[in-house]
């Protein structure tokens, strides 16, 4: 019996229904026609071409910039049954020569991989000489210089429309305004492209933007009293730890995710939120990709986004179970200054990343016409300490050349370490007995590495840390603890920075040639900051028309809900200025209050309203602020 979609829905995803658009998008596909599609964040895109799939003939090719996303994609894929392969840079040729073997001749139905290995011209001759059923470009807005991500690897598609010229395609996006939708088009070579669009409103979401100056104190206030899953997402790893740890002393379970921790830190952490044994997870843009968790209920900006589009796919978090949901976003007026100095005023120049990668060849010692598919791991800190360069124009460097296809630029712990113990079994047995707490750890590395007695070793602190059943970071305290206490030697460095380089260094010619894009790309990135804050600043128009606008979906639909919506509907029902005044002061003729306090019993009146009237009624020294931090009549 011949199987439909929907009995493949069933069976490997366990779904009766299609989403929105997801059957009309999976039918055109099966037609043998060119596709393009434009689903909003959590609409279910991979699903299109991952269910086609497994019922054309041959393999489906995907192609992702995002190397995270195309690991987790494969791993569900296998655990569904779905054999898959992703091939990521850094691996050997032979090995590359392997995998695509493996791939053709193994029944493999989806091969993902990313722009950067069209370019090489063993991949191409093995494509050409199999079944290619589909071609599904993921994050396809990449493809266009208009657009928010743009990266001229893409640009190299046109190579398999040159092998392959009779399989369809399948552009998807998230964020496209209809100047990037039509770009994608043209570029990909397919004009009679049939596009499927769902609208980007989100009638269950609340877009919320306060000015505020105590973040902390409204984070809390936030997750007290929405105590469902939520996300806070922030610029900085020291940001992300700083208001996890805030959050856990006021009693709320939360973690910090960012790229610095180590894989078995994250999939922890990780794990630990999605089964909701942690309500809150606080993180930088590297928590965005792969995301499926459907009762995220809030999320929180305490900082300004780099861009609308990386703004709307992070709000687009919350609500994806179609209940209420709330994305807010705190700010205050140097927030807007610091957006400036962060992404406008550390946009590197051309000279700038001519001189990074020239100081990064140098410091692997790569000559000219050498690096090519060699992977570097380093401490970014240590590099940018070496050759007295300024760490965040540095980094922006070398994500604009990962962005340009010089090189892959990867964030990830990574320790190399040997250990070789410098006492007798008997020693070492009497030590245990004294500290008990190392026990399991010490055991655990005597079984996995015989021989450590008589020679160094090289330890897998992630191995020994599962065996163990305990975290990475205590296995790296004992053995220093162990040298401390001389029964061994440990060498250890730490690395949080990898780099594969993608072409041979030429050093003047390398950068001749990505300069033009550079400079594209550099005016984008200025034009996606005012927007961004032009979007801040318009308390006028609802928030929800503001982004329906801004990709081109034109509606002056009030969505009725968010921040703007609701000032509206108190001003026109809610408490008056001036009454919200005599409200408070007979209020506070009851005793001190917080400022929480009194919004709670003043539910009429916005937060930012309410502090507006406490500052004039300060100024008027109608009332003061104690030691305590609670107003009280004067």
Same mark, same amino acid.
């Given at each position: 019996?011949?199987?439909?979609?929907?009995?493949?829905?069933?069976?490997?995803?366990?779904?009766?229904?299609?989403?929105?658009?997801?059957?009309?998008?999976?039918?055109?596909?099966?037609?043998?026609?060119?596709?393009?599609? %434009?689903?909003?964040?959590?609409?279910?895109?991979?699903?299109?071409?991952?269910?086609?799939?497994?019922?054309?003939?041959?393999?489906?090719?995907?192609?992702?910039? $995002?190397?995270?996303?195309?690991?987790?994609?494969?791993?569900?894929?296998?655990?569904?049954?779905?054999?898959?392969?992703?091939?990521?840079?850094?691996?050997?040729?032979?090995?590359?020569?392997?995998?695509?073997?493996?791939?053709?001749?193994?029944?493999?139905?989806?091969?993902?991989?990313?722009?950067?290995?069209?370019?090489?011209?063993?991949?191409?001759?093995?494509?050409?000489?199999?079944?290619?059923?589909?071609?599904?470009?993921?994050?396809?807005?990449?493809?266009?210089?208009?657009?928010?991500?743009?990266?001229?690897?893409?640009?190299? $598609?046109?190579? $398999?429309?040159?092998?392959?010229?009779?399989?369809?395609?399948?552009? %998807?996006?998230?964020?496209?305004?209809?100047?990037?939708?039509?770009?994608?088009?043209?570029?990909?070579?397919?004009?009679?492209?049939?596009?499927?669009?769902?609208?980007?409103?989100?009638?269950?979401?609340?877009?919320?933007?306060?000015?505020?100056?105590?973040?902390?104190?409204?984070?809390?206030?936030?997750?007290?009293?929405?105590?469902?899953?939520?996300?806070?997402?922030?610029?900085?790893?020291?940001?992300?730890?700083?208001?996890?740890?805030?959050?856990?002393?006021?009693?709320?379970?939360?973690?910090?995710?960012?790229?610095?921790?180590?894989?078995?830190?994250?999939?922890?952490?990780?794990?630990?939120?999605?089964?909701?044994?942690?309500?809150?997870?606080?993180?930088?843009?590297?928590?965005?990709?792969?995301?499926?968790?459907?009762?995220?209920?809030?999320?929180?900006? &305490?900082?300004?986004?780099?861009?609308?589009?990386?703004?709307?796919?992070?709000?687009?978090? /919350?609500?994806?179970?179609?209940?209420?949901?709330?994305?807010?976003?705190?700010?205050?007026?140097?927030?807007?200054?610091?957006?400036?100095?962060?992404?406008?005023?550390?946009?590197?120049?051309?000279?700038?990343?001519?001189?990074?990668?020239?100081?990064?060849?140098?410091?692997?010692?790569?000559?000219?016409?050498?690096?090519?598919?060699?992977?570097?791991?380093?401490?970014?800190?240590?590099?940018?300490?070496?050759?007295?360069?300024n760490t965040i124009i540095t980094f922006n460097a070398l994500q604009s050349l990962d962005r340009n296809s010089v090189l892959q630029l990867s964030q990830e712990f990574y320790r190399r370490a040997t250990f070789k113990f410098e006492t007798s079994p008997v020693n070492l047995t009497y030590y245990l007995i004294k500290n008990p707490g190392m026990d399991e750890i010490v055991k655990t590395i005597l079984r996995t590495y015989g021989g450590i007695f008589d020679q160094a070793m090289t330890i897998d602190h992630a191995t020994v840390a599962k065996k163990a059943a305990r975290p990475v970071k205590k296995v790296h305290e004992v053995l220093i603890t162990l040298e401390k206490d001389e029964m061994g030697t440990y060498d250890h460095k730490s690395h949080d920075t990898a780099v594969t380089?993608?072409?041979?260094?030429?050093?003047?010619?390398?950068?001749?040639?990505?300069?033009?894009?550079?400079?594209?790309?550099?005016?984008?990135?200025?034009?996606?900051?005012? /927007?961004? $804050?032009?979007?801040?600043?318009?308390?006028?128009?609802?928030?929800?028309?503001?982004?329906?606008n801004y990709f081109d979906e034109k509606t002056a639909q009030a969505c009725g809900i968010c921040d703007v919506c609701q000032k509206k509907k108190r001003d026109g029902g809610g408490l008056a200025f001036a009454e919200a005044k005599n409200v408070l002061l007979l209020l506070l003729e009851q005793g001190p209050a917080t400022s929480r306090e009194l919004e709670t019993a003043m539910p009429a009146i916005a937060g930012k309203d309410l502090l507006? &009237?406490?500052?004039?009624?300060?100024?008027?020294?109608?009332?003061?602020?104690?030691? /305590?931090?609670?107003?009280?009549?004067?």
């Amino acid at each position: 019996m011949t199987s439909g979609p929907y009995d493949i829905l069933k069976k490997y995803w366990g779904f009766d229904h299609f989403r929105p658009r997801q059957e009309d998008i999976i039918n055109n596909i099966l037609q043998h026609r060119d596709t393009m599609a %434009l689903l909003p964040t959590g609409g279910g895109k991979s699903l299109c071409y991952q269910l086609p799939a497994l019922l054309l003939p041959g393999i489906t090719i995907v192609v992702s910039p $995002l190397i995270a996303l195309m690991k987790d994609q494969v791993m569900q894929l296998q655990q569904r049954g779905i054999k898959a392969m992703h091939i990521a840079s850094g691996i050997h040729y032979n090995e590359l020569g392997t995998k695509l073997d493996n791939c053709i001749y193994g029944g493999y139905k989806l091969l993902y991989l990313s722009p950067e290995r069209l370019q090489q011209d063993m991949v191409i001759e093995r494509l050409a000489g199999i079944q290619v059923s589909l071609i599904a470009i993921d994050e396809a807005h990449c493809i266009s210089q208009w657009g928010h991500d743009f990266r001229p690897a893409y640009r190299n $598609l046109s190579r $398999l429309r040159e092998i392959l010229p009779d399989t369809p395609y399948l552009a %998807l996006t998230a964020t496209a305004t209809q100047m990037v939708t039509q770009d994608i088009m043209n570029q990909l070579e397919m004009p009679g492209a049939t596009l499927f669009k769902t609208s980007f409103k989100r009638d269950n979401l609340a877009y919320i933007i306060h000015e505020e100056q105590d973040k902390h104190g409204r984070l809390a206030y936030i997750f007290k009293k929405h105590q469902g899953s939520g996300i806070v997402y922030v610029r900085s790893r020291k940001s992300a730890q700083l208001f996890a740890d805030f959050l856990k002393t006021k009693q709320i379970k939360a973690h910090y995710y960012h790229g610095g921790l180590s894989n078995a830190e994250r999939d922890e952490k990780f794990k630990e939120w999605s089964q909701g044994k942690v309500q809150v997870m606080v993180a930088t843009s590297a928590f965005v990709m792969g995301i499926d968790k459907a009762d995220v209920h809030t999320v929180v900006h &305490v900082e300004i986004p780099e861009s609308i589009e990386s703004y709307f796919q992070e709000a687009g978090r /919350a609500g994806r179970d179609g209940n209420d949901a709330h994305s807010i976003m705190l700010f205050s007026e140097s927030d807007k200054k610091k957006l400036n100095n962060q992404f406008v005023k550390v946009i590197p120049s051309i000279k700038d990343i001519a001189w990074v990668y020239k100081k990064l060849c140098a410091y692997f010692s790569i000559g000219y016409g050498e690096g090519h598919d060699e992977t570097y791991r380093f401490n970014f800190m240590e590099f940018c300490s070496t050759y007295k360069l300024n760490t965040i124009i540095t980094f922006n460097a070398l994500q604009s050349l990962d962005r340009n296809s010089v090189l892959q630029l990867s964030q990830e712990f990574y320790r190399r370490a040997t250990f070789k113990f410098e006492t007798s079994p008997v020693n070492l047995t009497y030590y245990l007995i004294k500290n008990p707490g190392m026990d399991e750890i010490v055991k655990t590395i005597l079984r996995t590495y015989g021989g450590i007695f008589d020679q160094a070793m090289t330890i897998d602190h992630a191995t020994v840390a599962k065996k163990a059943a305990r975290p990475v970071k205590k296995v790296h305290e004992v053995l220093i603890t162990l040298e401390k206490d001389e029964m061994g030697t440990y060498d250890h460095k730490s690395h949080d920075t990898a780099v594969t380089f993608l072409e041979p260094r030429e050093d003047r010619h390398t950068i001749n040639r990505i300069a033009p894009d550079i400079k594209v790309q550099n005016k984008r990135k200025i034009e996606q900051v005012n /927007a961004m $804050l032009r979007f801040i600043e318009n308390d006028n128009v609802c928030r929800n028309v503001q982004l329906l606008n801004y990709f081109d979906e034109k509606t002056a639909q009030a969505c009725g809900i968010c921040d703007v919506c609701q000032k509206k509907k108190r001003d026109g029902g809610g408490l008056a200025f001036a009454e919200a005044k005599n409200v408070l002061l007979l209020l506070l003729e009851q005793g001190p209050a917080t400022s929480r306090e009194l919004e709670t019993a003043m539910p009429a009146i916005a937060g930012k309203d309410l502090l507006r &009237v406490l500052q004039i009624l300060l100024e008027d020294k109608k009332i003061r602020i104690t030691p /305590a931090n609670r107003y009280e009549l004067l």
